[in-house]
C-alpha cells in the first residue's frame, strides 16, 4: 500500500475518532480553547523576524531533534507566573495549567552563510487549559512580521542553499490539527513530545557559560529543584563519543517512539521504540527489515516529513544490521 494510501486510511480514522469523541474534553483539542487569529497576540517575541522572544518565554534546547525535512527550530517554554515544572522521573514533568509550548520552524536562505538570513515556515503551539493540552500551527507572512492561524493542513513551497552551494527544493507539509493528534497522542489525550527530563538534561551554553540545562533552568526559576544526576541522558545522535547503538536509539526514540508506543497511533504493531525499552523487548532485531524499507521509502515517520531523511536512515540501517 502506498504511503499516500495508507495516511488517507489513518487520517479517515482519526477524523472518525475525534468526531466520536467531540463530548470528551481529553479528546477535542478546541473544547478548552480558542486559539487567537495572530501569533503576535500571544506576545512570544519582540522582534518577530529574527524570532527574538520575550524574557516570559524560556528558550529550551533537546539533543536529538525530531526531523522534519531539514528545518531548524527554536523551542519556547512559557509558564503562569509564580508557576514551575514539577520533575516526577525519566519523563515528561508535570505542567501547570495554562503553560504554553512554542516551537518555530524556519530555514537558512544559504547554510554557507546563515548570517544571510532565515526563511520563518510556521509556529506550533501546544497551551494546556484546564488540564487539557490543545494544539495549533500558524503560518508566517510573506514579510515575516506575524503568523496566521493556520485552520487546515497545508502544502508550502521551501526553499535554500544547502552547505556545499546546492539548491534545496521540496514542499513543506504544515500538519492540520488532526495530524497533530496523531503524532501528539497517548491514550486518549494530546501531550507533550520534546520536553522530558532525559531530553531536557544535557549541557548548553547560556551567556557564555557552559552549563547543564537543568541547573539553568532551575536557576531561572522554571523548574522545581531537583539534582540533573538522577535522570539519564538521552543522547545526541550525530555525537560520535556515543556508540552506534546509543545514537541510533536516541534517534529512533525521537523520530518513532511516539507513535511505537503503548497507547500511540501505531500500538498495533510489535515494534517499541522508546529508548528505555531493551533490546529485546523493542523487537528492532525481528522486525529489521520491514524498518529500514519503511524508511527508505519514506513510509516512516508516516507523517511530518516529505523526504527521507538519508543520514538518519544511513545511521538506523548500520545499527539494525549490527545486530545480525
Known amino acids: 500500500m502506498s504511503r499516500l494510501a495508507v495516511t488517507i486510511f489513518i487520517l479517515l480514522t482519526a477524523c472518525i475518532g475525534f468526531i466520536i469523541s467531540c463530548t470528551d474534553k481529553d479528546i477535542d483539542a478546541s473544547e478548552t480553547f480558542i486559539f487567537k487569529p495572530r501569533l503576535s497576540a500571544y506576545g512570544i517575541f519582540s522582534e518577530h523576524r529574527n524570532l527574538i522572544h520575550h524574557n516570559r518565554y524560556y528558550f529550551y534546547e533537546i539533543p536529538t531533534p525530531l526531523f522534519s525535512d531539514y528545518t531548524w527550530k527554536q523551542r519556547l517554554i512559557m509558564l503562569p507566573e509564580g508557576t514551575r515544572l514539577e520533575p516526577e522521573n525519566n519523563e515528561l514533568p508535570r505542567f501547570p495549567d495554562s503553560t504554553i509550548l512554542v516551537k518555530s520552524f524556519f530555514v537558512y536562505h544559504d547554510m554557507r552563510d546563515t548570517l544571510r538570513g532565515k526563511r520563518i515556515i510556521e ?17 508566517w507572512n510573506d514579510e515575516q512580521t506575524d503568523a496566521i ?76 529543584a531537583t539534582d540533573p544526576a538522577g535522570y539519564t541522558v538521552t543522547p545526541d545522535w550525530t555525537n560520535l563519543s556515543f556508540s552506534l547503538e546509543q545514537r541510533a ?34 523487537k528492532m532485531k525481528k522486525r529489521k527489515s520491514s524498518v529500514i524499507d519503511q524508511m527508505s521509502r519514506g513510509s516512516m515517520p508516516l507523517i511530518g516529513t516529505t523526504v527521507v531523511h538519508q543520514e538518519g536512515l544511513d545511521l538506523v540501517r548500520e545499527y539494525l544490521n549490527s545486530l545480525d
Do not use: F
Open 123 to 139: 509556529t506550533r503551539l501546544l497551551v494546556k487549559r484546564d488540564d487539557v493540552w490543545n494544539a495549533a500551527s500558524y503560518l
Open 249 to 282: 536509539r536516541a534517534y529512533l526514540d525521537v523520530n518513532c517512539s511516539h507513535c511505537h508506543k503503548d497507547g500511540g497511533l501505531a500500538d498495533g504493531s510489535s515494534l517499541r521504540l522508546a529508548y528505555d525499552v531493551s533490546r529485546d523487548d523493542s
Open 149 to 224: 492561524l493556520a485552520t487546515a493542513g497545508v502544502d508550502l513551497p521551501v526553499n535554500w542553499i544547502d552547505g556545499n552551494g546546492k539548491p534545496v527544493v521540496l514542499s513543506y507539509h504544515v500538519p492540520s490539527q488532526i495530524e497533530c493528534g496523531m503524532c501528539h497522542r497517548s491514550g486518549e489525550q494530546l501531550v507533550p513530545l520534546g520536553p522530558k527530563m532525559r531530553n531536557l538534561n544535557m549541557t548548553v551554553n547560556r551567556a557564555g557559560r557552559t552549563m547543564n540545562q537543568l541547573d539553568h533552568m532551575q536557576q531561572a526559576g522554571v523548574l522545581a
